[in-house]
């Protein structure tokens, strides 16, 4: 049995728990950190230190930014601020605002409706995207529902559906099945997403 030093086994563990990351491939990146140079360790202890100094949530979308006010998709006028994309995580709205069909604005929920995960809907971002839509006089005519096409995914669709409902003229959207059901958002190529957004239906 080989028995590793205490430091290289807790960074193995380390990576072991990070999403995708296997026993091997969590061997392989300590080990190859182990044999790198100082500044690669240094640099990476110093971004996973900083991750979370200086970044923010939007007030508006709730993504996050690097800004204390509104973030760079939220102030730009270009986009078009009445047509909101409403997806589960910063990750989804960083894939869909690489879509060239898109260019409305982002609302980010923060996870998805998941009984299993003891998550509900008063979880989720919900409040602050109703009041967005109070707020917003009716500039806002369309919600198109992003969330990921898995039953969790189609369980919080149906809850914001019924949420938004409130708002007579506003018009709801689901994307459409361009994407496989039970896959993840961040893995699907660009044409896939793009073809989603532009089949997307009322609801």
């Not at 100094?53 to 509104?70: Q, S, V, W």
């Not at 007579?168 to 689901?174: A, D, F, M, Q, S």
């Amino acid at each position: 049995m080989l028995y590793l030093p205490a430091s290289l086994q807790n960074l193995i563990e380390a990576f072991s728990a990070l999403p995708g990351i296997g026993p091997k491939s969590a061997q392989r990146l300590a080990f190859y950190l182990l044999s790198s140079s100082d500044n690669l360790r240094i640099n990476l202890a110093n971004a996973l230190e900083n991750l979370k100094i200086n970044l923010y949530f939007c007030p508006i979308c709730e993504n996050i930014t690097d800004r204390k006010e509104k973030c760079a998709i939220c102030a730009d006028m270009k986009r078009d601020q009445g047509i909101i994309c409403v997806v589960e995580t910063p990750l989804d709205a960083l894939v869909l605002s690489k879509a060239e069909y898109f260019n409305g604005v982002f609302h980010v929920l923060h996870g998805k409706i998941a009984p299993l995960d003891g998550v509900g809907p008063e979880d989720l971002k919900i409040p602050s995207l109703l009041a967005r839509l109070k707020k917003s006089n009716s500039a806002i005519q369309e919600i198109i529902i992003a969330t990921n096409p898995s039953l969790e995914g189609e369980a919080t669709a149906m809850h914001l559906k019924k949420q938004l409902e409130i708002f007579p003229n506003l018009k709801i959207t689901r994307i459409a099945r361009g994407l496989p059901t039970g896959a993840e958002m961040q893995w699907a190529d660009l044409m896939t997403l793009e073809n989603a957004l532009k089949e997307r239906q009322s609801i």
